[in-house]
């Protein structure tokens, strides 16, 4: 028996009950479940089976469907009486299947007259279907497309179709729609093309998401070969086209001068670039990664068009389906790194430049830590001149070698780090075995590994100390006796001088001599104290061990006894070390007698303040007066040269600040160098 199959177009998979065919139902019950979709039968069988509707129809000719277990066994004759049934309600069932289309399914006349309107034209387009009827199909074209409905209509009266044609189409409310559309022409018994038929699909959900999916491809391109590396997709071991590599970005051509299709038509043009010296290393982390799927890092050469050798840093990742974890490709990135690498070279060049130097070089140079104080490095010149090895000099710190405070030590760091760069003076470190030894310092802040750290470098002075003590005490022996022959000879005859003046004038008085030899008189007195501050300025040398506050008590009580019609005082705050401090002691012990002289010479103040305080490291010393002031800009004098050069050459700074009628402040700062 020859097989029947008996099919509904456009109807997906369902029961009988979809099928809008209440009259099988009512004369065949039993089949009210059944899924019945096609009705087939066996040449070389008499049975026939429930199997399902499909969408076109198949003659006797055509390839039976799978029967599968799922499949109902019906009697031939109940099978016949089924296929009359449906086919005396073939014209039910298709309006039924127009009617509940979700594609608007429109016919219309040759002229372009709607005939037909079903509930999909209706939901899509807004019109019901009485609006529809009648009107012309151009309602629905937007006024930009005027040719188009002619030129299909001229298709119909050909007799030709129109397949998934996507346009635009314009809904009742004007919303403007994409469209797909499907015409095909309608005929008569004879064959005559009597109007067409359109089955439209709205698509603008997927154009919308077509154009974000282009719109998302064209940034990405865009960022992609805009973005200085070349980036690239291959094909992961498990793909059917291992390793082939499917995009390479332009940039290819603009790094390396190859073009971009080089890499992608031929599978071996990677390898052929790739530097002899570092292909074995290169290959071996490839096949590494493809095994575990790690991202593949690495640094590697490669040989450019033109010859030249180009460094590149080579960064992929593979990516995998997101539901089954199934290797999907690798996403790489290049970078030309080849002015770093020029750089980096350059700079282990110096490196080592500067590393001999520094090795050779005769001062101490050391890093320090600036956090922990740690010495992180040292040269030979360092660990020879504090005697330990270089195993050991790494385990001390800036506390260890330097015998201060750590709060002396931790302002010192912070001044460096402060100003990035700092002269010390004369310092002492403490050597191995416990003992000092003089030194100059100076540190600045510089990069290490990352983070900062001061570098500080040390001149050993032992012997120009040596030479300036024996300078010293030649100087001091002058001094003394240059202060002993003023004392015993020019102070006494001036002293002299004047009390003979003034046996004179009692013999003068009441005659025009007596003003005269008074002003005499005045004047040789004037002398004899100014000769008498020069004879102790000389003698301070004799003085330089004596505790340093105890020195400028001494200093401003002389000064309080040449004191005429003002008070002076002084303030020693309570941080100040009551020790000596050597030559800077004496320096700037003459440096606050210089400002004294000119307070009592030119000032005409009523009181004179001397503080001496301790700021970290330095000494500060103000004289400070209520006088006259003065105008900054005529503050000269040899004075006032020869108290800013004594402060230079202790490594510190004088500052001097007046206003008229406001008083004048002269400040001193030095580093306390002596202590150790």
């Not at 199934?326 to 690498?341: A, M, N, S």
């Not at 005697?387 to 709060?407: F, K, M, N, W």
């Not at 202790?650 to 007046?658: D, Y």
Request: net charge negative.
């Amino acid at each position: 028996m020859a097989a029947k199959v008996v099919m509904i177009p456009g109807l997906q998979q369902g029961s009988l009950s979809e099928l809008g065919s209440p009259l099988l139902k009512r004369r065949h019950p039993s089949l009210h479940s059944p899924e019945v979709l096609q009705i087939a039968s066996h040449e070389d069988s008499t049975d026939a089976y429930v199997n399902g509707f499909m969408n076109s129809a198949q003659d006797k000719d055509s390839d039976l469907p799978n029967l599968e277990a799922s499949q109902k066994r019906i009697e031939p004759k109940r099978a016949e009486e089924v296929q009359q049934l449906l086919a005396e309600e073939e014209p039910a069932r298709l309006a039924a299947i127009v009617e509940s289309s979700d594609d608007a399914i429109i016919s219309k006349t040759l002229e372009g007259t709607i005939t037909s309107w079903n509930k999909g034209a209706e939901r899509i387009y807004g019109y019901r279907v009485e609006e529809a009827i009648g009107q012309p199909v151009s309602i629905l074209v937007p006024s930009e497309r005027p040719d188009e409905i002619p030129n299909i209509l001229e298709n119909l009266r050909h007799g030709e179709q129109v397949e998934h044609y996507e346009t635009v189409r314009v809904t009742k409310a004007g919303r403007r729609l994409d469209i797909s559309l499907s015409v095909s022409p309608i005929k008569d018994s004879e064959g005559n093309v009597v109007g067409g038929s359109t089955i439209a699909r709205d698509i603008t959900e997927r154009k919308k998401a077509e154009r974000r999916l282009r719109e998302a491809e064209t940034l990405y391109r865009t960022l992609v070969e805009q973005i200085p590396a070349i980036t690239y997709i291959q094909e992961p071991l498990e793909s059917n086209n291992p390793k082939a590599v499917t995009y390479m970005s332009p940039q290819y051509e603009t790094i390396l001068g190859y073009p971009p299709e080089s890499e992608v038509v031929d599978e071996e043009h990677w390898l052929k670039t790739l530097h002899p010296k570092d292909r074995e290393r290169v290959l071996a982390e490839e096949i590494r990664t493809d095994e575990t799927g790690e991202p593949f890092e690495i640094e590697y050469r490669v040989i450019a068009r033109d010859g030249r050798v180009v460094w590149l840093r080579d960064q992929a990742r593979l990516v995998r389906d997101q539901e089954d974890g199934r290797p999907l490709y690798w996403l790489g990135v290049q970078y030309d790194i080849t002015e770093q690498k020029r750089i980096e070279e350059e700079l282990k060049q110096s490196e080592r430049l500067h590393r001999a130097v520094v090795e050779q070089a005769a001062e101490g140079i050391f890093l320090v830590d600036v956090d922990t104080k740690r010495i992180l490095e040292a040269n030979t010149a360092y660990q020879e001149l504090l005697g330990y090895a270089p195993e050991e000099i790494t385990r001390l710190t800036l506390y260890d070698v330097v015998p201060y405070s750590r709060e002396d030590m931790n302002c010192y760091v912070e001044r460096v780090l402060e100003q990035g760069s700092y002269v010390s003076g004369e310092r002492r470190h403490q050597r191995r075995n416990g003992s000092l030894v003089d030194l100059e310092v100076s540190a600045n802040v510089v990069s290490y590994s990352g983070r900062e750290a001061m570098c500080i470098v040390v001149r050993d002075i032992t012997e120009r100390k040596r030479a300036e003590e024996a300078l010293r005490e030649v100087e001091k022996a002058e001094r003394l006796r240059m202060a002993r022959d003023l004392h015993d000879g020019v102070l006494q005859d001036l002293s002299y001088s004047a009390a003979a003046m003034q046996l004179t004038k009692l013999n003068a008085e009441g005659t025009d001599l007596e003003e005269e030899l008074q002003e005499q008189i005045d004047a040789i007195r004037r002398a004899v104290q100014g000769l008498r501050a020069a004879v102790n300025d000389l003698r301070v040398e004799e003085e330089r061990d004596r505790p340093f506050p105890e020195l400028v008590e001494s200093l401003v009580q002389r000064n309080r006894t040449m004191a005429r019609g003002y008070e002076m005082s002084l303030e020693v705050k309570e941080r100040l070390p009551k020790t000596s401090l050597g030559n800077t002691g004496t320096e700037a012990l003459r440096v606050i007698q210089e400002a004294l002289t000119n307070a009592r010479r030119h000032s005409e103040a009523g009181t004179v303040e001397v503080t001496l305080s301790k700021d970290g490291e330095d000494l500060v010393a103000e004289v400070a007066d209520d006088g006259r002031g003065f105008e900054p800009e005529t503050a000269s004098g040899v004075g006032l040269k020869s108290m800013r050069e004594r402060a230079a050459a202790l490594g510190g700074k004088l500052e001097v600040a007046s206003e008229v009628a406001q008083g004048t402040r002269v400040r001193l700062r030095v580093p306390m160098s002596q202590r150790g």
